[in-house]
Each structure stands twice: as C-alpha cells, then as structure tokens.
C-alpha cells in the first residue's frame, strides 16, 4: 500500500511507467527497505534492480525472485509489485530467523515488463536473457520521442551510489509471485496457482499510408484514406484471425491516426497488434495471416507491417511446480494448475534457468485497471508459499 501511494491515480490506482519519475521513487524506497533488512542494493546497464542477500558461497550461481515495478497508465496496486515485495518479504523473513543462505539470494524488479511506454515490454529480463540487445533496447522511443537510453541514463544519474552488475549472469533458479490477471482461481475459491507456463504471444506494429487531402472538396473515389484502408483490415483481421478457435486472443489495442483532423482525409494511421495462443503451431499459422491480411485490404494505401514481439508458449521447470504445489499443501492453501494468459519475464528466465510461477487471485480477474484488487490474505499466502520454496532452495537446493 506504501509502494502504491507513488504514482498513485485519484481513482485509486497506479501511474508509475517504465523510466518515469515515479518508478525512480518507488526504487528509492524499495532499495531503503531493502538496506533497512540487511540486503545490497546494484543494478545493470538494462536498468534492473538487484537487492541481495548474501549467503555463504557468493561464487555460487544465486537464486532470483522478484517480477516487476513499473504499471500501466491506468493500472493497479498489485501487478507486479505484489511479486517484488512478496520477494523481498521472503528474503527478510530468513535474516529475521538469522539464517545465512548457501547462496546468495536476490530480489529483482524487472526493467519494463509493462511495454506501455517504451514497446515492447519485458525488455530488463529479455535483455539478461540474451535475447535482446542493450543497442536495441536503448533506441526505442517513447510517444514524446524519449528514447530508453536517454532515460536509462536519467535513471542511473539517479542513484550513482549503486554498483553495477554485468548484464545477464547465470542463475541457479528463478520463482516469480504474481496476480493471476484472470478469474480462474477466484472463481474455483483457489488459493495458489501453480503455473504451468506461459501462453505464447505475438505482436506487430502496422503502418498505414496513404494522402491527405481536404474532406470537403477531394473527391472519394480519388481518396488514398489511410483510416478507411485501416478498417477494412481491422474487419478482415477480426473476421479470421479472431474467429479461429476458442483459446485464439487477437487485440488492436492502440490505433494513432495522423494529422487527426475533423475536416482532413487521414494520411497515415498506425496500429498494433497482440496475438495469443497456447499452441505454438497455431501461434504461428494465425501470425503468418497478418501481413498477408493487412496487404489484400491496404489498397489503394501502402502497408507496413513489423514484427515487435515472437514468444513461443513454455512449460515451467516440473520440480519447481512441485515445490509450490507441497508448500501449498503444508500450509493448507487450496491450490489449482494453471496456464497463465498473460506473458511474464518469468518467461524469459526460463529460458536460461529453472524457472516458476505463482499466482494469487484478484478479484474478477480485472488487471490494467484502477479498480485491481487483491485481498491482504491472499498475498500474504502467496508471500507464504514464495518463503517456503525459497528457503528449500536456500539451504537444500534443487
């Protein structure tokens, strides 16, 4: 609740983008928290924060946990956060008992997960991962043309006490505590999840262009309307890609049309597309149809259209799930399989070591929106469940 009052909304949710002003306080009071407990603080060239406890072999390869602080514009209190502070509890919770790990432990919040300011998202863990390249990531612009370096910079002149780690270095595990985002457990009367793993996802972002012209005198047969060649997609992408089965998830989430003008023929419109399914093979037949659909309805407008984001579905580490699944059990907390919907930097973790999730339940399964709510109870189990599988991992490993 203290973490959410930065960059907090007056319709009682939170504002606190990638890189922004809010997610610089928010880390001041993380990274105090953490010092108050005993834990370091360091970040990397990608602009993740790394808060660690030592544990006895620090040459040993750590055990990660966290997820991510930044939000939507219009977002809520939990997502994300709910894992960085679940992680840092669970982490406190050994020095409290005085425990020394064998191995370090650190707490990390993920460089923008969200995407909603700088596109794609998840860039911090994909960067570590080695699937995307700090160049890359530090040219992608903002709508007010910021680029990520720029603020990359801003952000590091903000703590230049904080040392700084290489980008990606080997992990021996990776759990991550989440909101489910969805209302499968609320509606099961679920405690804890037990990820499975990650739907895959797709995402393109579509270029339109055409001429403008006066609406008033050009006539419409010589109209080169990008806005209308736009919809003629928009309805054709729809009609196909989002009728083909009942696990398909198509989105044109965000359409900018220019000069946006009452009395203008639109000149360029752009859009983007999020496509999700947990069938890799039809991921990838149902992708193949966007550029193909976009290109038969352009005319008599040019279209381009670029692949942002190419994440195949993943199953989870087993002996991690099974970790979650016992501790659950010990601690009496109903629990229930899950697929998560929604991509996590969970996701990208798993691909250079065993990684997990797990989910809580928030209420009607509303996520990116002000009114997100997660009861105090819930997180706290969720916080539970985390402590006891980190602790297994700290003192008797995998």
């Not at 602009?47 to 055990?63: H, K, M, Q, S, V």
């Not at 009728?243 to 946006?260: L, Q, S």
Request: negative net charge.
């Amino acid at each position: 609740m203290a973490l959410a009052e930065i960059g907090a909304t007056p319709a009682g949710g939170v504002n606190r983008q990638a890189l922004s002003d809010g997610e610089i306080a928010a880390w001041h009071s993380v990274i105090n928290w953490a010092r108050e407990a005993g834990l370091t603080a360091a970040t990397d060239p990608a602009g993740n924060l790394f808060l660690t406890l030592a544990g006895r072999d620090p040459t040993a390869p750590p055990i990660l946990i966290g997820s991510h602080l930044d939000s939507q514009p219009t977002g809520g209190k939990f997502d994300g956060a709910a894992g960085v502070m679940a992680a840092l509890e669970a982490a406190v919770s050994l020095t409290e008992r005085g425990e020394i790990p064998a191995r370090d432990i650190i707490v990390v919040a993920w460089m923008n997960e969200e995407g909603c300011r700088f596109a794609p998202g998840m860039m911090g863990s994909e960067t570590f991962a080695g699937e995307r390249g700090i160049s890359a990531i530090r040219a992608t612009r903002d709508a007010s043309g910021i680029s990520v370096g720029e603020a990359l910079d801003r952000l590091h002149a903000a703590f230049p006490d904080l040392p700084r780690k290489p980008l990606g270095f080997a992990v021996d595990a990776y759990v991550e505590l989440h909101i489910e985002q969805g209302p499968l457990l609320e509606a099961a009367a679920s405690t804890i999840g037990v990820v499975t793993g990650i739907q895959g996802k797709k995402t393109f972002q579509v270029v339109v262009e055409g001429v403008e012209g006066h609406a008033g005198t050009l006539p419409q047969r010589e109209r080169r309307d990008a806005l209308a060649a736009f919809a003629r997609m928009a309805t054709a992408l729809h009609a196909e890609i989002g009728a083909i089965d009942a696990e398909i998830k198509f989105t044109i989430g965000r359409v900018m049309a220019e000069p946006n003008a009452p009395s203008v023929v639109p000149s360029r419109v752009t859009f983007s597309i999020d496509l999700r399914h947990p069938d890799n093979s039809v991921l990838n037949q149902a992708g193949a149809r966007v550029g193909l659909l976009c290109s038969r309805h352009a005319s008599p407008c040019m279209v381009t259209v670029t692949p942002l984001v190419d994440a195949h579905s993943n199953q989870f580490d087993a002996s991690l799930r099974e970790r979650i699944a016992q501790a659950a059990r010990d601690q009496d907390f109903p629990a229930m399989v899950i697929l998560s919907a929604a991509g996590h930097d969970a996701r990208h973790l798993a691909k250079v070591c065993p990684a997990a999730m797990i989910f809580i339940p928030c209420r009607d399964g509303a996520s990116h929106v002000e009114h997100e709510w997660t009861e105090p109870a819930d997180v706290a189990a969720g916080a539970s469940v985390l402590a006891q599988v980190l602790h297994e991992l700290a003192f008797a490993g995998r």
